[in-house]
């Protein structure tokens, strides 16, 4: 079965660029959808098929998606940015399928 | 503006059934799939399957085939989601989502509903 890799944590000083990565095989071939969720919500979309951002989401969060990785970039990070989280992709065999979420760290 | 509102918090004994509640408004309910997807204490996000609102067809996570039924009622805008035979790892926030189709993104969700499983 498809199988969808994020790293558990990854921590960045504000104004600075963060960098989450979902791997997989051939996940370029696919398309790849991103979540944010903070404490105590539900998911929300903030970038759907690789790179599109739905109205609302700040220009500061861009997708991408190449070979076996697919990346969620967020720049000039803020403190309201420490959230988790996760890919989204559709695999034919085995439905939906979420990664297991990074945790974003602002320090 | 389109919202999912779910039923409240639930606590069940093993073995016990539940049955989640997702009423949906502010847009077509017919046009658009509902999912399921739940995430247990400090977990991430599962994907538990779909119901077509418009053809009442479905599809289940491998994982839940056999002990998950997934329902709407058009008449009311709602779809449900019944878990049997619940055990303790059945203990989780079960949220419901709108997708334009079974491999689509989903767009809006629910605000969750707990479900506690107590031996």
């Known amino acids: 079965s498809y199988v969808l890799t994020q790293p558990p944590s990854v921590s960045v000083a504000p104004g600075k660029t963060a960098r989450i990565p979902c791997g997989g095989d051939n996940i370029g071939r696919k398309s790849v959808h991103w979540y944010q969720q903070r404490p105590g919500q539900a998911p929300m979309l903030i970038i759907f098929y690789n790179s599109d951002r739905p109205s609302g989401i700040p220009e500061r969060f861009s997708g991408s998606n190449s070979e076996n990785t697919a990346t969620l970039t967020i720049n000039r990070v803020e403190a309201g940015d420490e959230a988790d989280y996760y890919c989204l992709v559709w695999d034919r065999t085995g439905g939906q399928l979420f990664g297991g979420g990074t945790k974003l760290t602002v320090l | 503006q389109v919202q999912l509102v779910q039923s409240g918090a639930e606590v069940k004994k093993s073995g016990a059934s539940v049955k989640v509640s997702c009423k949906a408004s502010g847009y077509t309910f017919t046009g658009y799939h509902i999912h399921w997807v739940r995430q247990a204490p400090g977990q991430g996000l599962e994907w538990m399957g779909w119901v077509s609102p418009n053809s009442g067809g479905r599809d289940y996570a491998q994982k839940f085939q056999g002990r998950v039924t997934m329902t709407r009622d058009t008449s009311i805008s709602t779809s449900y989601m019944e878990l049997n035979r619940l055990t303790s790892d059945d203990t989780a926030v079960y949220y419901c989502?709108?997708?334009?189709?079974?491999?689509?993104?989903?767009?809006?969700w629910g605000q969750g509903t707990l479900v506690t499983v107590s031996s």
């Open positions: 989502a709108r997708a334009g189709g079974a491999a689509y993104h989903f767009d809006y």
